[in-house]
Nanobody, 116 residues
Framework: QVQLVESGGGLVQAGGSLRLSCVAS???????MAWYRQAPGKQRELVAA???????NYVNSVKGRFTISRDDPKNTVYLQMNSLKPEDTAVYYC???????????WGQGTQVTVSS
């Protein structure tokens, strides 16, 4: 059973930056990883993803502002968030999978709040 632990959330003013980190308890080598977010009253949405081979994709609303990256030797995925907007306010969740057993894993979430 893999555990994912996120960190790096917080309160920031509009235009500011934050970097989220997600550390996995086991190897994530060649496993797809992603960041999702869920704002109050809204469905969870995919923000950014990186494949095991390093291919990235982003939701349109964050393109050019957010960057996802991974460090496999450290079992860590990052989300660099720049030019933050109030509409980026949400709980951000790390996701990994599917692994070789077909399982997906979620972190507990980290709150990001952007003030105007």
């Amino acid at each position: 059973q893999v555990q994912l632990v996120e960190s790096g959330g917080g309160l920031v003013q509009a235009g500011g930056s934050l970097r989220l980190s997600c550390v996995a308890s086991g190897t994530m080598f060649r496993i797809n990883m992603a960041w999702y977010r869920q704002a109050p009253g809204k469905q969870r949405e995919l923000v950014a993803a990186v494949t095991g081979g390093g291919i990235t994709n982003y939701v349109n609303s964050v393109k050019g502002r957010f960057t996802i990256s991974r460090d496999d030797p450290k079992n860590t995925v990052y989300l660099q968030m720049n030019s933050l907007k109030p509409e980026d306010t949400a709980v951000y969740y790390c996701n990994a999978g599917p692994d070789r057993y077909g399982l997906n894993y979620w972190g507990q979430g980290t709150q990001v709040t952007v003030s105007s």
